[in-house]
């Protein structure tokens, strides 16, 4: 099985800053490699499939980069909406894994 | 616009059985692929099963695998999971989600649903 190591685990940080989270892969996936956002109480939103494809109604502030075993996402400019917990998920091979989560916290 | 609704949870003794439901609306259910996703109280996110749009694939988590049934009726707009031999570890929110691809799976989610609960005690 492939595992996916996702960090940090939590991340303080303010309006406006610029964030990044990262995850790594066990074994090369290529660009198989999703982002998600989810809110206290609500179910996960796709933010970033494919490595860096941004999914429609997404913020242009969120971008996603990587390949192979190394993948980033990013947050260019913190907005008070975007302060929740955020997870990786590989779709390369079955079972398809998730992250370990970052919760995104305000300063 | 896309709606995915769950039921079937509830409390469950360990080693009894249990079936969820999943009825989708508002896009062509048999186009897509369609997965089970769990989250454990306070803990992260889980793939658990997917059947393909055709039912001619499914893969399991390998923690339900052997335990858990994924299945899908096309002319119901629904999709099920069964199942058995239940755990404490098993206790989640159950999520179905929509694969992103038509025609075949890949394995990314694009719309979910807001859960079921199941609770083995």
């Known amino acids: ?107 | 616009q896309v709606q995915l609704v769950e039921s079937g949870g509830g409390v469950v003794q360990p080693g009894k059985s249990l079936r969820l439901s999943c009825a989708a609306s508002g896009f062509t259910f048999s186009s897509y692929g369609m997965h089970w996703v769990r989250q454990a109280p306070g803990k992260g996110l889980e793939w658990v099963a997917v059947v393909w749009y055709d039912r001619s694939r499914e893969y399991y988590a390998d923690s339900v695998r052997g335990r858990f049934t994924i299945s899908r009726d096309n002319s119901k707009n629904t999709v099920y999971l069964e199942m058995n031999s239940l755990r404490p570890e098993d206790t989640a929110l159950f999520y179905c989600a929509r694969d992103i691809c038509t025609g075949g799976c890949c394995y990314s989610f694009d719309y979910w649903g807001q859960g079921t609960l199941v609770t083995v005690s």
């Open chain 1, 1 to 107: 099985d492939i595992q996916i190591t996702q960090s940090p685990s939590s991340l303080s940080a303010s309006v406006g800053d610029r964030v990044t989270i990262t995850c790594r892969a066990s074994q090369s996936i290529n660009r198989n490699l999703s982002w998600y956002q989810q809110k206290a109480g609500k179910a996960p939103n796709l933010l970033i499939f494919a490595a860096t494809s941004l999914q429609s109604g997404v913020p242009s502030r969120f971008s996603g980069s990587g390949s192979g075993t190394d993948f980033t996402l990013t947050i260019s400019s913190l907005q008070p909406e975007d302060f929740a917990a955020y997870y990786c998920q590989q779709s390369y091979s079955s079972p398809y894994t998730f992250g370990q989560g970052t919760s995104l916290e305000i300063k």
